[in-house]
């Protein structure tokens, strides 16, 4: 059965930094491509960051672009998003993501809160 577990989220102050991570199992990582989403209140799930099954990542959203990274370990069936200089305004639920063409064939993970404040 496919999982994806999130964990690393948190409270962090504005300016701070946090690493995602997003734990895989139940079908062969290497030959996915994984992403990111994020869901603030009130707003509409938004795409944050895609990474290829080759490791090239994509930033999603513009609000993200050059503080945010996506990478991968294939090794550990991981993929995880480096956030830095965090805003308020990135105060979300943070889902991973395995997409597909097919509605039936994406899996998400449960979220973690991510909390800047100061």
């Known amino acids: 059965q496919v999982q994806l577990v999130e964990s690393g989220g948190g409270l962090v102050q504005p300016g701070g930094s946090l690493r995602l991570s997003c734990a895989a199992s139940g079908f062969t990582f290497s030959s996915y491509a994984m992403a990111w989403y994020r869901q603030a209140p009130g707003k509409e799930r938004e795409l944050v960051a895609l990474?290829?099954?080759?490791?090239?990542?994509?930033t999603g959203t513009d609000s993200v672009k050059g503080r945010f990274t996506i990478a991968r370990d294939d090794a550990k069936e991981t993929v995880y998003l480096q956030m830095n200089n965090l805003k308020p305004e990135d105060t979300a639920v943070y889902y991973c993501?395995?997409?597909?063409?097919?509605?039936?064939?994406?899996?998400w993970g449960q979220g973690t809160q991510v909390t800047v404040s100061s």
């Open positions: 990474i290829s099954k080759t490791g090239r990542g994509t």
């Open positions: 993501n395995r997409p597909s063409t097919r509605p039936e064939d994406e899996y």
